[in-house]
């Protein structure tokens, strides 16, 4: 004989413990559990114990029956409020970690740029072109005629030494040292007058230091026409390198020699650091070197076909990095070639 269950207290304990398993449930697997637990079909507590009502004694039955069976009502009730609840919270949560927050900041996005060099570049020949000069381009591979030989400079002159000139091997030809070779090219093909700007790389057989590379830019310009004179040579200097320093800036000439010139000159920007006081910078002497000009040679004309009776003709040459490097306040030449995208990214014109 089974010992006689006591079914008021197990009542007792289920109808107390029942609902508050409910109202604990956190997750939706823990309130299935409770499910399970109290109403599960094969070892759920309620329906264990609503099948024991058969067994119950008729007064007994007739006290526990109604309340385990509201019991049951209000669980399932409970079950599923708590259900829909936990179901709203977790979509709740879920949406609140996926939500695009449209006020952060946008991730990085690098823009590209045009490099030092061919920023001061553009806009050197943009100066040069608002002043009539044309575009004109040469080959950086060049003859020894067109480098030299037309421009005035003898056979013997120390700038064809090999050590400042690459020559191709195994062929007549050399890269070029410099950009006036375009001069001969572009008189020989044209009549005056004539006006040309001729930007592009020249090449040096030199060691490489702050101020040197072996590879470099220059820009020439050229004018033929009549009367030209070192007045007119002046006028233009003086303006493009204003347009690229700014209107202070300030020039001298020099009296120097380049073969494919007479007279020659040396042409100095007022020091941009110290306006002429003296600074390290400008060696003290308040002036900076820029470019080299002169008039066109009487001899350089005359190879190119140009009558220097009746024409005469100023030229320049300047170097693009070294206007870039004072422009942007590089002090070494290599950091514009080094392609260090920390250092270009740091170079404000
Ligand atoms: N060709 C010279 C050089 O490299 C620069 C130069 C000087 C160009 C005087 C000129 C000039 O047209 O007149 O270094």
Redesign the pocket.
């Known amino acids: 004989m089974p010992e006689p269950r006591d079914w008021d207290s197990e009542w007792l304990t289920l109808s107390a413990t029942a609902l508050d398993a409910v109202s604990r449930a956190e997750t939706l697997e823990a309130l299935e559990a409770a499910r399970v637990d109290f109403l599960g079909r094969e070892r759920g507590r309620l329906t264990g114990l609503l099948r024991s009502l058969k067994d119950m004694s008729i007064e007994e039955r007739r006290r526990l029956g109604p309340q385990a069976n509201a019991l049951k009502d209000a669980l399932e009730k409970s079950l599923e409020a708590r259900r829909r609840s936990l179901e709203s919270a977790a979509l709740e949560s879920g949406l609140a970690a996926s939500r695009v927050d449209l006020s952060l900041p946008p991730p990085p996005w690098p823009r590209g740029r045009r490099h030092p060099v061919a920023e001061t570049l553009r806009e050197m020949t943009g100066i040069l072109a608002r002043l009539g000069f044309a575009p004109a381009e040469g080959p950086l591979v060049e003859s020894d005629r067109n480098n030299f030989a037309g421009l005035n400079i003898p056979a013997d002159h120390p700038a064809r030494d090999l050590q400042d000139t690459f020559y191709l091997k195994d062929l007549p030809l050399l890269l070029r ?4 070779p375009v ?1 001969v090219r572009y008189m020989e093909a044209h009549k005056a007058p004539l006006r040309i700007m001729s930007p592009g790389r ?1 090449f040096r057989h030199e060691a490489v230091d702050a101020s040197h590379s072996a590879v470099f830019h ?1 820009v ?3 004018y033929v026409d009549r009367k030209v004179s070192m007045a007119d040579l002046k006028g233009t200097l003086s303006t493009f390198m204003r347009g690229l320093f700014g209107p202070q800036a300030a020039i001298r000439f020099r009296p120097s020699f ?1 073969p ?2 007479e007279p ?1 000159a040396e042409v100095d920007v007022r020091c941009l650091l110290c306006a002429g006081k003296g600074c390290p910078a400008c060696k003290r002497t308040g002036w900076m070197e820029m ?4 008039l ?1 040679h009487p001899n350089v004309l005359r190879f190119c076909g140009i009558d220097p009776g009746q024409w005469s003709g ?4 300047v170097g693009v990095e070294r206007i870039a490097l004072l422009r942007y306040g590089v002090p070494d030449i290599r950091m514009l070639y080094e392609n260090d995208l920390r250092v270009l990214e740091s170079l404000a014109p």
Request: no cysteine; glycine share 22%.
């Open positions: 040292t410099h950009t006036s001069q020249v220059q020439e310009g050229l380049f494919f010139v020659g470019l080299g000009a002169g066109v100023y030229a320049f040459g």
